[in-house]
């Protein structure tokens, strides 16, 4: 009998035991498998002003200068070569990254009536540009400078910079973009976009400078 | 214990303002920056620090503009490391090394390359990049993918 029930004791315990963990199963990769770079590929694309900079690949001892539109350095399989690509081979492998690329850091001019924080007529049209353009970045960060021609004095030229300024941030909020990411500043007539002497009124000296990033 | 907690209180802000160097201008699906071992969601607007890892996942992509105005973008499944990012506004000079793990980038080059041609590299798991002030994508695909 208590052979018996020792007997059960020990299947059950057999049963109830931590499954046997199965053995690791190990792949051994073939050493070249193991030992492969990535794949890249590295190509130049003409700027939106139809010129194309350069990119010097270095790989190794290996150099590729990269110089004409679509031109691309490849390596695959390990196996590194020069080629053309074309403008459609591009975009179906970069769409995604050239489509979530930000609009490009820029700066828009506008001009003023003498003495005043006016805008001349034709900037006024200019200004609906602007803000139209301005509307399609999602997160602008915005630095308004103001400047003055060389009549007056410049201690007030340096007032009327800034208000100059101030009155274009005035239409960036109107359209909704928020004030904290509007700076801006007076230069008076330190920064000449036009150089005269004292005294000279150049129209193309008073401005404001919107710079987008 | 006051003054402790007041002098890291003041390092921390010291050090977010002081290590801006980009942002966040465009995010869609999974976008993360890797900062300090810490993983953060990266949102529209989001600061972005020297020594940051952009992380996207299958669905994700991401645009960054930087203080030289130097822009970047990677495609979905990238790791972009910002390792070494440093530009002066007077001079213009400066550098930035980027490594790309893996996935796609696009660049448009700023500033800083205009001022010295050899102040931009990227970096691949095989390659290293100069940028004579250009435009130009990369692609990364490890084996096996």
Redesign the interface.
């Known amino acids: 009998m208590l052979v018996l029930v020792l007997g059960a004791l020990v299947i059950l315990g057999a049963i109830y035991a931590e499954p046997v963990p199965p053995e690791k199963t190990v792949v051994v990769l073939p050493r070249a498998v193991l030992q492969r770079p990535p794949d890249e590929t590295v190509v130049v694309l003409p700027s939106a002003d139809g010129h194309t900079g350069t990119v010097v690949v270095q790989r190794g001892g290996e150099r590729h200068v990269l110089n004409q539109p679509f031109a691309a350095s490849r390596l695959t399989g390990g196996k590194a070569e020069i080629t053309q690509l074309s403008d459609a081979e591009v975009r179906q492998s970069f769409g995604v990254a050239l489509e979530a690329l930000p609009a490009r850091p820029t700066t828009f001019l506008l001009y003023f009536i003498t003495a005043t924080d006016e805008l001349t007529d034709e900037s006024k049209g200019e200004l609906k540009k602007i803000l139209a353009a301005l509307k399609q970045r999602a997160v602008p960060d915005i630095m308004v400078v103001g400047h003055t021609d060389t009549v007056g004095e410049p201690e007030r030229n340096d007032l009327l910079s800034a208000r100059r300024a101030e009155r274009v941030k005035g239409f960036l909020i109107e359209i909704g973009i928020p004030s904290a990411q509007i700076q801006t500043a007076g230069r008076g007539e330190r920064e000449l976009l036009v150089p005269s002497a004292d005294n000279v009124d150049e129209p193309r000296n008073r401005r404001v400078e919107i710079n987008v990033r | 214990m006051r003054w402790t907690l007041l002098v890291c209180l003041s390092c921390f802000a010291a050090g977010v303002w002081a290590g801006d160097v980009g942002?966040?201008?465009?995010a869609?699906g999974a976008v993360f920056l890797e900062r300090q071992g810490e993983r953060l969601p990266a949102t529209?607007?989001m600061p972005v620090q020297e020594s940051d890892t952009l992380v996207t996942g299958a669905d994700g992509?991401?645009?960054?503009?930087f203080s030289d105005?130097s822009?970047?973008?990677?495609?979905?499944g990238?790791v972009l490391a910002i390792e070494r990012y440093a530009f002066d506004s007077t001079t213009h000079n400066g550098h930035f090394d980027a490594s790309l793990k893996?996935g796609?980038?696009?660049v448009?080059?700023?500033k800083m390359v205009k001022q010295s041609p050899d102040a931009m590299r990227v970096r691949?798991?095989?390659?290293?990049?100069?940028?004579?002030?250009?435009?130009?994508?990369?692609?990364?695909?490890?084996?096996?993918n």
Do not use: D, H
């Open positions: 942002q966040i201008k465009a869609t529209l607007g992509s991401a645009g960054v503009t105005n822009v970047l973008s990677v495609g979905p990238s893996k796609t980038l696009a448009v080059s700023g691949t798991p095989s390659s290293i990049m100069g940028v004579r002030g250009t435009e130009f994508v990369v692609k990364v695909i490890e084996p096996g």
